[in-house]
């Protein structure tokens, strides 16, 4: 009986494979220039996987988005990421939903913001300095930040981004459903949103402790936000932690290797039972 329980184990699961999954990740990420999207959702990746995969999300010239939901990385292995990520020229989308974060792991986030802003700043500046007028639109940074089901993140963390946020001018959508926030920390972002007029989602709900005169009035400033030009980045729904959704558990247990959302190269990868795909990645 035991010998057939560790035999239903699945491979993904083992310290080594995934690491060898990690060191194909980063040969593919170092040279790839046709690579825009990369999911590895629910793996458990230890340190020393996210140290080699951050390596060669630091060297991407083509990467736009990024998803890890569902792997339990805590603020240790984002705060690893983050520095594969913080100088990246192509990364617009980041996807942390359901990774055991509290406020520290939406901190380093909300640092990432404050350092691309910094930039940012001295690229419009030095744009300006050749009579140039710069073109927000087309700098380098994150655009979406998705934080879903860490209900640990709390009103620290939303302080955390509403610090970033009042001077960030290119952020265009944040999600914090199921983040342990109360109206303390929403009327932080409140605040934020008297500065920030580029953020056009800004997605509290499934937070119970919030009222709904507060929602209702952050849901209202971010939307006028939006009013002035129609953007890519819209509401998204987000499955419960305790009930996946039917399509999450099928995407878990999924590779596909090629052609993405609107033809993008995408490597997405679940919780597999099978050794395979390795063989696929190291080639």
């Known amino acids: 009986m035991n010998k057939f329980c560790r035999s239903r184990v699945p491979a993904i699961r083992y310290k080594d494979v995934t690491f060898q999954l990690c060191k194909a990740l980063k040969g593919c990420l170092s040279i790839s220039s046709v690579l825009k999207n990369l999911e590895l959702n629910g793996l458990i990746l230890r340190e020393r996987d996210l140290t080699i995969l951050a390596k060669g999300l630091n060297k991407s010239a083509s990467l736009v988005h990024l998803s890890l939901a569902n792997c339990p990385i805590g603020d240790g292995g984002l705060e690893i990421i983050c520095q594969g990520i913080k100088s990246s020229i192509t990364l617009k989308t980041v996807n942390f939903t359901g990774c055991n974060l509290t406020w520290q792991g939406a901190d380093h ?12 700043h001295e690229e419009t500046w030095a ?41 960030d001018l290119w952020l265009r959508a944040l999600d914090l459903q199921q983040c342990g926030l109360t109206n303390e920390g929403a009327k932080a972002l409140l605040e934020a949103l008297e500065t920030n007029t580029t953020l056009v989602v800004l997605d509290i709900r499934k937070n119970p402790l919030i009222d709904h005169s507060m929602m209702k009035a952050v849901i209202k400033k971010v939307l006028q936000n939006g009013r002035s030009a ?30 993405g959302h609107k033809g993008k190269a995408t490597i997405r990868i679940g919780n597999l039972f099978c050794l ?6 190291v080639f």
């Open 109 to 120: 986030m909300a640092k990432i913001l404050k350092y691309q802003t910094m930039r940012r």
């Open 127 to 167: 744009e300006s300095l050749r009579y140039r007028r710069p073109d927000l639109d087309c700098m380098a940074g994150l655009r979406r930040i998705t934080l879903n089901c860490n209900t640990l993140i709390g009103d620290l963390g939303a302080c955390a981004f509403a610090d970033s946020l009042s001077e």
């Open 230 to 259: 129609k953007s890519e980045y819209q509401w998204i729904t987000s499955p419960s932690v305790k009930e996946p959704s039917k399509t999450a558990k099928q995407k878990r247990r999924t590779i596909i290797l090629g052609s």
């Open 276 to 281: 395979g795909f390795l063989m696929l990645l």
